[in-house]
C-alpha cells in the first residue's frame, strides 16, 4: 500500500516531488560520507516493504483460507506449532543481526576520524545560538568566527572538497548539530568534546539545525551553510577579519559564547530579537 502510494505520487507530482520520492524523503546528500547513510536507509525501507507484503499476503491468505463457511464445524483447535514458532522467533532475530551489523558499519564510516583534516571548525552550541570557530585559518593563525545574534542566524562557511572537522562544545545545555544534507548529527553535550569529519561536495546553500530539544527558544538555534569553493572561501574569512570577527584563540563557551553580537547579553540569554 505505501509502496503504491509512492508511486502514485511519484507520478502525479512535478520533477522535484518525483526526485523527493527517488530519495524516500531524504535530502540530497552533499558530503563524501553522507551517500552511506542515504543507502542505509534506502534498503531499510526496502527490507520493510518486502516484510510488509509477506506478512500482509499471510494475514489476508489466512483470513480467505479459513474464513468458516455456513456448514462448516468449528475447526480444530491448534495450540502450538514448534516448528512455526522456532521460525517466528528466529527470523525477526536475524533481521534485527542484519540491521545491526549495516548500521554499526554506516556509523563506522560516518565517525571515521582522518588523522589530518584540511580545517578544523570549533561550534559552540549556547542558548540559542551558534558559534562557529575557524581555527587558525586568520592571519598569522588567528580565529574568525562567526556567531548569531537574536535577529540573525549564522551561516557556516565551507570549502568543497576539503576535509573538516567540527569539534562540538557547550557551556549550558545539551544540544544537537546537524546538516540536513550532511545526513549525519551529533550531540552537543556540556563538559565534553564530540567530534565529527565531512567532506562537503556540492557546493550550494544548505540548512543546519539543533536537533536536540534544549529550551524555550530551541526553535531559533537555526543556521545556514554554505559550500563554496576556495577562492570564496579565502574572501569570507579575509572578511570577518576585516569585521573584528577575529581572535587569538576560538570562543570556546562560558560568557564570550552566550553574549552575541549586537545584544545586551541579558536579552541574547533569553533569545530577544533587536
Known amino acids: 500500500m505505501l509502496g503504491f502510494f509512492a508511486l502514485t505520487v511519484a507520478a502525479c507530482g512535478d520533477a522535484a516531488d518525483k526526485d523527493q520520492i527517488a530519495r524516500l524523503a531524504m535530502p540530497d546528500p552533499a558530503t563524501e560520507q553522507a551517500p552511506a547513510t542515504f543507502e542505509l536507509w534506502k534498503w531499510a525501507w526496502v527490507a520493510a516493504m518486502i516484510t510488509g507484503v509477506i506478512v500482509w499476503g499471510l494475514?489476508?491468505?489466512a483470513i480467505?483460507?479459513?474464513r468458516r463457511r455456513s456448514d462448516d464445524e468449528v475447526p480444530i483447535q491448534t495450540r502450538y506449532n514448534l516448528p512455526l514458532e522456532i521460525f517466528y522467533t528466529i527470523a525477526p532475530i536475524m533481521m534485527v543481526v542484519v540491521f545491526f551489523y549495516w548500521t554499526v558499519d554506516v556509523q563506522n564510516k560516518m565517525t571515521h576520524m582522518e588523522d589530518d583534516p584540511d580545517i578544523t571548525i570549533d561550534v559552540v552550541g549556547q542558548k540559542w545560538q551558534w558559534t562557529f570557530n575557524y581555527t587558525g585559518q586568520g592571519e598569522g593563525g588567528s580565529t574568525p568566527y562567526t556567531v548569531g545574534?537574536?535577529?540573525q542566524r549564522p551561516t557556516l562557511v565551507l570549502p568543497v572538497d576539503q576535509t573538516v572537522q567540527f569539534n562540538l562544545q557547550s557551556p549550558d545545555v545539551i544540544h544537537?548539530?546537524?546538516?540536513?544534507a550532511f545526513l549525519m548529527k551529533m550531540d552537543v553535550v556540556p563538559g565534553r568534546i564530540n567530534q565529527?569529519?565531512?567532506t562537503p561536495t556540492v557546493v550550494g546553500d544548505y540548512n543546519g539545525k539543533c536537533f536536540e530539544l534544549c529550551g524555550t527558544y530551541h526553535s531559533r538555534m537555526l543556521f545556514d551553510v554554505k559550500i563554496v569553493d576556495q577562492a570564496d572561501y579565502d574572501a569570507y574569512l579575509a572578511d570577518l577579519a576585516a569585521q573584528g570577527f577575529e581572535a587569538e584563540e576560538p570562543l570556546l563557551g562560558g560568557e564570550a559564547a552566550r553574549t552575541q553580537h549586537g545584544l545586551?547579553?541579558?536579552?541574547?540569554?533569553e533569545g530577544a530579537h533587536e
Open 176 to 180: 544537537s548539530f546537524g546538516i540536513d
Open 264 to 269: 545586551a547579553e541579558d536579552d541574547s540569554q
Open 196 to 198: 565529527f569529519q565531512a
Open 149 to 151: 545574534t537574536g535577529s
Open 64 to 66: 480467505w483460507r479459513y
Open 59 to 61: 494475514i489476508f491468505w
